[in-house]
């Protein structure tokens, strides 16, 4: 199975700051990877797939970039609705899918 | 704008099969747009993926489930179901039914999730 390492686990931000949360697979996956937000209670939302591409309705401050094995999702100006839990998900492996263990985002 | 709703029972004892099933509306379940998927997420941990199915009645399951996961589909009802046998402690979980994009294979759209408890 390709495993995937998300970095930090937990991160404490203020609203305005500029985020960078990190995926590393490991072996490559081309651009098979896609990031999700999940707010409490609630089912995953897709934000970025193919590595870098937005999903229709997600905002603009939100950007993917990486291939191979390390990828990075960015949050140019954090806003309160942000703070949630951020998974990479691989899909190169399909259809042996698998997550990364999750970065918590938290108001400092 | 498809969605998605689960439904089954949320607890279920030691040893017995988990039953649930998901309800496609907005969508034919045989588009062909998506694969079918279950995943779920234990209490404070990451997501798993349990297993998928094609409109054709094709499956895939993830291996450390196989066999124990039976996934099919009722495209009269669109609807797909997912029975996991000899359930443990371990199976707890939020329960999610989702669209996998047949292209790209992202998961959009989720159904909202249902608990089940394996608990005697």
């Known amino acids: 199975d390709i495993q995937m390492t998300q970095s930090p686990s937990s991160l404490s931000a203020f609203v305005g700051d500029r985020v960078t949360i990190t995926c590393r697979a490991s072996?490559?996956?081309?651009?098979?990877l896609n990031w999700y937000q999940q707010k409490p209670g609630k089912a995953p939302k897709l934000l970025i797939y193919?590595?870098?591409s937005l999903q229709s309705g997600v905002p603009s401050r939100f950007s993917g970039s990486g291939s191979g094995t390390d990828f990075t999702l960015t949050i140019s100006s954090l806003q309160p609705e942000d703070f949630a839990t951020y998974y990479c998900?691989?899909?190169?492996?399909?259809?042996?899918?698998?997550f990364g263990q999750g970065t918590k985002l938290e108001i400092k | 704008q498809v969605q998605l709703q689960e439904s089954g029972p949320g607890l279920v004892k030691p040893s017995q099969t988990l039953s649930l099933t998901c309800t496609v509306s907005g969508d034919s379940i045989s588009s062909g747009s998506y694969y079918w998927s279950w995943l779920r997420q234990p209490a404070g941990k990451a997501l798993e993926w349990i297993g998928r199915?094609?409109?054709?009645?094709?499956?895939n399951y993830n291996p450390s489930l196989k066999s124990r996961v039976t996934i099919s589909v009722d495209t009269s009802k669109n609807q797909f179901s997912l029975n996991l046998s000899s359930v443990t402690a371990a199976d707890t979980a939020v329960y999610y039914c989702v669209g996998d994009e047949v292209r790209f294979n992202w998961f959009d759209p989720w159904g909202q999730g249902t608990l089940v408890t394996v608990s005697s």
């Open positions: 199915i094609y409109t054709s009645g094709s499956t």
């Open positions: 072996q490559s996956i081309g651009s098979y």
């Open positions: 998900q691989q899909s190169y492996s399909t259809p042996m899918y698998t």
């Open positions: 193919a590595a870098s």
